[in-house]
């Protein structure tokens, strides 16, 4: 494997940070509400919507593009995104020194706005490690883990499958990836269950990430 790795992409919500830094549920509470709002129906039953969408298409607002006719995107995600990142992350001085020491080129795969991303590594202080972002309008507002996504970040990047390792905190994000011939690796907090991902490689956090690099 590490003959051939050249390149590193990460996805952004709860790999680079925690999962209890609460971001991700504030996101989800507002694309309920947006949901909700945009749909006629109670949050309850938007909440329930949203999860399907989400197991189907990867996101909720592809599932609401492609099933439901909606055609507002941005509005989508500004409603979606709190700007005050600040309430929810802790700067993290052992993340930037994991990140500064490893000498591969990486960028960010995310299925969030690119605004979103830049607010989060701009105050976690790692925005200088990272080539590129890679955001939800890269393939007309079709995320992970469409194929299509992948190879395009790809084609960009001018890289093989083969050569790059994707890290992200969901198995099925992973899965899809892996399936177009690329490296993978889980983000998996203590506890975390791999079930359809089985065998999958893992660490705890990101700050584990040059020592699995260097066991490679």
């Given amino acids: 494997m590490s003959a051939e790795l050249s390149y590193l992409l990460f996805d952004l919500d709860e790999t680079l940070y925690p999962s209890t830094s609460g971001i991700v549920e504030e996101i989800s509470r507002r694309m309920t509400r947006y949901v909700s709002q945009f ?3 109670d949050e309850s039953d938007a909440a329930r919507l949203r999860r399907s ?7 909720t607002l592809t599932g609401l593009m492609s099933e439901h006719g909606f055609r507002d995107p941005e509005s989508y995600l500004e409603f979606a995104h709190p700007t005050d990142v600040h309430r929810y992350l802790h700067k993290d001085p052992e993340l930037v020194a994991a990140l500064r020491s490893i000498d591969l080129p990486k960028s960010i795969l995310t299925n969030a706005p690119q605004e979103h991303a830049r607010r989060i590594l701009e105050y976690l202080e790692i925005g200088q490690f990272f080539e590129r972002i890679f955001d939800i309008r890269v393939n007309a507002f079709r995320g992970k883990p469409e194929a299509a ?14 050569e790059v390792l994707f890290i992200d905190n969901r198995i099925d994000y992973l899965l899809g990836f892996e399936k177009i011939g690329g490296k993978v690796l889980w983000v998996a ?22 020592g699995f690099l260097e066991r490679l």
């Fill in 149 to 162: 996504v992948y190879i395009h970040v790809l084609e960009e990047l001018k890289r093989e499958a083969r």
């Fill in 53 to 59: 969408l989400s197991q189907k298409h990867g996101t």
């Fill in 189 to 210: 907090e203590e506890g975390a269950e791999a079930g359809p991902g089985q065998g999958i490689p893992r660490i705890a956090n990101v700050k584990q990430l040059p």
């Fill in 39 to 41: 749909l006629n129906v």
